[in-house]
Structures are given as C-alpha cells and as structure tokens.
C-alpha cells in the first residue's frame, strides 16, 4: 500500500502529545496511512527528530512546538496547519500529564492544576480552535483521548480521574452540538499502555505494574501502535457514522 492509498490520503491532522508515546506512534501511523500530520508537544527536539523520521520513510509532517495547556500555542498550531496544508480535517487530541497517585489530601494544589490544565483544558483549547477550522472545511473528525480513569477510579491521583471523566463529557457535548455540521467527536478510553508516561509512574510505584497487567483481560499492557490504530479509524471515513463515543482500548479491563 502507497500512502495514497491509506485510510488517511489527503487529510491533514493535528496531533497534540506527538512527541513520546501514543501520540508518536499515531503520528508515524497516519502519515503512513497518507495523512500529512502537524505534530504539537512541548519537546521541540522531539518533534522535529519524528518530522525527519516520517519524511524519510515518504511521508508529510510538520512540527509546532507548544503546550496544550496555553490557548494561543493551539491557535498558533491549527494556523499552521490550515497556512501550510490548506485545510484541517482531522486532529488527535492525545497530550496528557499525570502524576504519581497521591490521596487527595496529600495531593499538592499545583499538581492538581497542572492535571486539569492539560488533560481537561488542553483538550477544551484544541476544540475551540481545531471546530471553526473543520467547519471552514465542511467538516471532519476529532478524537480525545480519555482513559479508563475517564470511567471508573484507577489507581492514578482523583486530579486525572476527574479531568479523563470530564474529557467524556467534554466529547459527547461537542459530539451533540457539531454533528449536525459535518463534525464528528469521539474518545478513546485507554487501558494501561507502555508509554513514556506510564513507565514515569511505574518507576514511581512499581507495585502498579502487577495491578494493571492484572485487569486486563489479555493480562498485558497496550502497545502505544494498538491504539494509534483505533485513533486512524476514527479519524478515518470508514468511521462516518460513529460520533459521541467512547471507544474501550483497554485489553477488555472495563469488561471484567
């Protein structure tokens, strides 16, 4: 298959935590898939080093530095891609921050900030900015990344719980608002995923490991490539008549 052929061709997307983790693999997977991606985290060397990975295997990417939490980094990214590529047709809404799990007594005012600045406002700021521009385009597709913690209480801080319930809530009433207009707003509930960020807190708390493998039914954790690829689906138009959902990629931990 030829990127001109993939589920992606001609599309552009933004991801947002395109730097590590899930939001790499999705980034290397769409432009594989044909997409030209617009690729935002803080980690500006990062990005540009996965730029120049992608367009040495052929495929079409751009780097916008910024933090999801500060409104005019996401205007400034959605600018560039509609400036660079033409139009916005899609975005990946993947920047998350979480620290290690603290009660809520113990949990620092600052922590609990950060939490929400990232995880709930970050993806409020990219709705903002990535709508009016899929409108301009006629339409298209966004997808939020929540979690299980968005679902059930998890091992994680009552900070994140609350921001990945609230992302659900966030998907469902854009969802609802926009699906009428050509736009379509999902979540993916992520299970327990072998990212940057999950290794920072395993580090932290190593008894967790043995508790997240053990609620997944497949008793294992996520490759961060398994759910870019149910991220692509939705992004994709094989997926025109699914909107306002919740998608488990989870190993089955919120079925048992």
Not at 92 to 103: E, L, P, R
Not at 195 to 202: F, H, K, P, Q, R
């Amino acid at each position: 298959m030829t990127h001109a052929q993939g589920m992606l061709a001609g599309k552009t997307v933004l991801i947002t935590g395109a730097s590590s983790g899930i939001g790499a693999a999705a980034a290397r997977l769409f432009a594989d898939e044909g997409a030209a991606v617009v690729l935002m985290a803080r980690r500006a060397d990062r990005l540009h080093q996965l730029v120049r990975e992608i367009a040495d295997a052929g495929g079409t990417a751009f780097a916008t530095p910024g933090d999801v939490a500060r409104e005019q980094d996401v205007q400034r990214a959605v600018e560039a891609a509609v400036e660079r590529f033409g139009t916005l047709n899609a975005a990946f809404n993947n920047a998350g921050w979480a620290s290690a799990g603290t009660t809520i007594h113990e949990t620092d005012t600052a922590v609990f900030d950060r939490t929400i600045d990232v995880n709930l406002r970050g993806v409020w700021n990219c709705l903002r900015h990535q709508i009016p521009a899929m409108l301009e385009a006629g339409g298209g597709s966004v997808v939020n990344t929540s979690s299980v913690a968005g679902v059930q209480a998890t091992g994680a801080s009552a900070a994140y719980v609350a921001a990945k319930h609230a992302v659900l809530g966030l998907t469902r009433s854009a969802a609802a608002e926009y699906g009428r207009r050509g736009i379509r707003v999902n979540a993916l509930v992520v299970g327990s995923t072998r990212s940057e960020l999950m290794e920072e807190v395993l580090a932290h708390t190593p008894s967790l490991e043995e508790s997240f493998i053990a609620r997944s039914v497949q008793k294992r954790m996520a490759d961060p490539s398994e759910v870019a690829q149910a991220a692509a689906w939705l992004c994709s138009d094989r997926a025109t008549f699914v909107t306002g959902t919740a998608m488990p990629v989870d190993g089955g931990w919120t079925a048992a």
